[in-house]
């Protein structure tokens, strides 16, 4: 079986609990965590490769927990017709996945450290984030 | 002696293909290399650049007459309403307006993914724009609506008209408040997670002509990828110098200008229809001004950097909102440009909302068309108030 990827949400209230120990020691599933991110408050989001027996009940665990479970799909990526480097992303995009070479001050965006939170989506302001599915 | 030079001598040089042109930046290492008086003897002019969302702009339109003739009372474009309050077919189409039914911030915080500021840009990337129009009759204007599609190129006048652009100088917004807060300057985050500044610095115009000695009434710019002028002072136009309590000096601020230009020789890349998530629609204009260094006083200010110019960082959580007075200090555009302030003794990042490789961009297009001898400089026919005439900001009362 193959591993897939997922990406989980979660907000400040778990972030702290050990739900990936749960994960491999309950469920026998073997991950790979891709990315992980935590911010300031504690909202956190990670990108796992799972694979095992117990996967559909390791996730139905999950989110018992009240971890939001996406199928990873979906991909970001930067129309660079329509982006004019402002760097209004810049600050928001919570793992630095679009930010600023310095100091020629022009946006460049690495899809490897993207985790599709889809904030800058909604932030840039001449949308040139778009969603791939 | 020292250098003085004319506009009709600059232009002569220009004419003649011999004109040295650098961009605001550019003179920068050449100012640390040779010095004031010799860049000031060398150089003929500095271009300088600005790629940022101005909401103060919008375009007059003459739709022309349509067969029976309408007195457009009320006049939509895609939906968004234009201001129709002047001759039979005129129209103000305003970067901000919103379409008509806009959930705008109904559902917080909302998206604006379409405007006025889209509007221009749809125009002016040559789409069909659906033109709505309705009114009451008369007998010189019999009929009562209208419904069809225009370009730009089928219309008879479009003149970009912006009251106020090209912001001198701009706050550096953070938020203090224990929330997230979506404004004009971008989402901030709670509790001073990030500033936003919105200017180019260095290769702003109005910073590198704080005294306001050659950019004035009448002089010829690059606005929008097209040739436009400086119409007039912008609205709140209050130039000044930035002091703290203990008078140091922290560069200029509150200038702004009223620019105007033929819309139909711009770019769509120049005018970009722009949405500010949870706060409005926008355009972001690009605008560059030549500075002609007739002296040395001109070429010290054109030639200042990064290091001396600052923004006044300001909380939008609460004081601005509140129009509490006062900021919490000043940040260099270095120091911005480094990626990291200091605010209230908190290391804090920054991110600019106006793009700086796009300023550049404009300046160098400005200096190859100066170069090209394609864009002579004008003397402005009347000067612009600057620091020295002490404007400032009325403010509005409420009354009962
Ligand atoms: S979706 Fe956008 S904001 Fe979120 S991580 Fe990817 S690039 Fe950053
Ligand atoms: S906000 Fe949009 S236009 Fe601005 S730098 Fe980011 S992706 Fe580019």
Redesign the interface.
């Given at each position: 079986m193959s591993p897939k990827k997922i990406v989980l949400r979660f907000g400040g209230d778990i972030s702290d609990k050990p739900i990936i120990y749960h994960l491999a020691k309950d469920y026998d599933l073997v991950f790979n965590i891709v990315k992980a991110n935590v911010d300031?408050?504690k909202e956190g989001t990670m990108v796992l490769e799972l694979t095992g027996e117990k996967y559909d009940q390791g996730l139905a665990f999950l989110q018992s927990q009240g971890v939001k479970v996406q199928p990873l799909t979906e991909e970001v990526i930067i129309n660079k017709e329509k982006c004019?480097?402002?760097?209004?992303?810049?600050?928001?995009c919570p793992t630095g996945a679009l930010y600023?070479h310095?100091?020629?001050?022009?946006v460049d965006f690495n899809g490897d450290d993207c985790v599709v939170c889809q904030l800058c989506l909604?932030?840039c302001?001449?949308?040139a984030m778009e969603v791939r599915f | 002696m020292a250098t003085e030079k004319t506009y009709a001598e600059i232009n002569a040089k220009i004419k003649a293909g011999k004109a040295v042109v650098l961009t605001a930046e550019e003179v920068i290492s050449l100012v640390a290399e040779k010095g004031v008086s010799r860049a000031a003897r060398e150089v003929d002019v500095v271009t300088t650049g600005t790629f940022s969302p101005m909401c103060s702009s919008g375009a007059f339109l003459n739709l022309g007459h349509s067969k029976p003739r309408i007195k457009m009372q009320k006049v939509w474009l895609n939906e968004v309403p234009a201001y129709a309050g002047i001759a039979a077919v005129d129209a103000y189409i305003g970067a901000t307006e919103l379409p008509e039914g806009d959930p705008a911030n109904s559902n917080f915080p909302g998206e604006f993914r379409y405007g006025g500021g889209h509007v221009i840009h749809d125009l002016v990337a040559g789409q069909p724009v659906k033109l709505k129009a309705v009114s009451y009759g008369t007998d010189c204007y019999p009929r009562k609506e209208l419904e069809t599609h225009i370009t730009l190129a089928d219309i008879n006048e479009a003149v970009l008209f912006n009251p106020r652009n090209s912001y001198q100088n701009y706050n550096c917004a953070v938020n203090l408040s224990s929330k997230t807060i979506y404004t004009y300057m971008g989402v901030l985050k709670p509790n001073l997670g990030n500033a936003h500044y919105c200017s180019a610095g260095q290769l702003s115009p109005l910073l590198k002509d704080p005294n306001f000695l050659t950019i004035g009434l009448g002089t010829r710019i690059f606005l929008g990828g097209g040739v436009g002028y400086v119409a007039w002072n912008g609205t709140q136009h209050f130039p000044g110098w930035q002091k703290d309590s203990e008078g140091n000096n922290y560069g200029p601020a509150g200038g702004t200008l009223a620019v105007i230009g033929d819309l139909k020789q711009m770019k769509p890349n120049w005018l970009v229809g722009t949405s500010y998530f949870g706060y409005g629609a926008s355009l972001t204009v690009g605008l560059g001004i030549p500075i002609p260094i007739l002296n040395e006083e001109v070429m010290r200010f054109a030639s200042v950097t990064d290091t001396d110019l600052c923004a006044p960082i300001v909380d939008y959580g609460e004081a601005y909102g509140q129009r509490i007075p006062g900021n919490l200090g000043y940040a260099s555009y270095a120091d911005l440009k480094s990626g990291t302030i200091k605010v209230n003794g908190k290391e804090v990042p920054a991110a600019p909302l106006s793009s700086y490789p796009k300023a550049r961009e404009i300046a160098a297009i400005l200096k190859e068309w100066i170069q090209k001898g394609e864009f002579l400089l004008t003397e402005p026919v009347q000067k612009l108030p600057s620091p020295k005439d002490g404007l400032t900001a009325n403010t509005l009362e409420i009354r009962v």
């Amino acid at each position: 079986m193959s591993p897939k990827k997922i990406v989980l949400r979660f907000g400040g209230d778990i972030s702290d609990k050990p739900i990936i120990y749960h994960l491999a020691k309950d469920y026998d599933l073997v991950f790979n965590i891709v990315k992980a991110n935590v911010d300031p408050q504690k909202e956190g989001t990670m990108v796992l490769e799972l694979t095992g027996e117990k996967y559909d009940q390791g996730l139905a665990f999950l989110q018992s927990q009240g971890v939001k479970v996406q199928p990873l799909t979906e991909e970001v990526i930067i129309n660079k017709e329509k982006c004019t480097s402002c760097g209004a992303c810049t600050a928001l995009c919570p793992t630095g996945a679009l930010y600023l070479h310095r100091p020629s001050m022009e946006v460049d965006f690495n899809g490897d450290d993207c985790v599709v939170c889809q904030l800058c989506l909604k932030v840039c302001p001449v949308r040139a984030m778009e969603v791939r599915f | 002696m020292a250098t003085e030079k004319t506009y009709a001598e600059i232009n002569a040089k220009i004419k003649a293909g011999k004109a040295v042109v650098l961009t605001a930046e550019e003179v920068i290492s050449l100012v640390a290399e040779k010095g004031v008086s010799r860049a000031a003897r060398e150089v003929d002019v500095v271009t300088t650049g600005t790629f940022s969302p101005m909401c103060s702009s919008g375009a007059f339109l003459n739709l022309g007459h349509s067969k029976p003739r309408i007195k457009m009372q009320k006049v939509w474009l895609n939906e968004v309403p234009a201001y129709a309050g002047i001759a039979a077919v005129d129209a103000y189409i305003g970067a901000t307006e919103l379409p008509e039914g806009d959930p705008a911030n109904s559902n917080f915080p909302g998206e604006f993914r379409y405007g006025g500021g889209h509007v221009i840009h749809d125009l002016v990337a040559g789409q069909p724009v659906k033109l709505k129009a309705v009114s009451y009759g008369t007998d010189c204007y019999p009929r009562k609506e209208l419904e069809t599609h225009i370009t730009l190129a089928d219309i008879n006048e479009a003149v970009l008209f912006n009251p106020r652009n090209s912001y001198q100088n701009y706050n550096c917004a953070v938020n203090l408040s224990s929330k997230t807060i979506y404004t004009y300057m971008g989402v901030l985050k709670p509790n001073l997670g990030n500033a936003h500044y919105c200017s180019a610095g260095q290769l702003s115009p109005l910073l590198k002509d704080p005294n306001f000695l050659t950019i004035g009434l009448g002089t010829r710019i690059f606005l929008g990828g097209g040739v436009g002028y400086v119409a007039w002072n912008g609205t709140q136009h209050f130039p000044g110098w930035q002091k703290d309590s203990e008078g140091n000096n922290y560069g200029p601020a509150g200038g702004t200008l009223a620019v105007i230009g033929d819309l139909k020789q711009m770019k769509p890349n120049w005018l970009v229809g722009t949405s500010y998530f949870g706060y409005g629609a926008s355009l972001t204009v690009g605008l560059g001004i030549p500075i002609p260094i007739l002296n040395e006083e001109v070429m010290r200010f054109a030639s200042v950097t990064d290091t001396d110019l600052c923004a006044p960082i300001v909380d939008y959580g609460e004081a601005y909102g509140q129009r509490i007075p006062g900021n919490l200090g000043y940040a260099s555009y270095a120091d911005l440009k480094s990626g990291t302030i200091k605010v209230n003794g908190k290391e804090v990042p920054a991110a600019p909302l106006s793009s700086y490789p796009k300023a550049r961009e404009i300046a160098a297009i400005l200096k190859e068309w100066i170069q090209k001898g394609e864009f002579l400089l004008t003397e402005p026919v009347q000067k612009l108030p600057s620091p020295k005439d002490g404007l400032t900001a009325n403010t509005l009362e409420i009354r009962v």
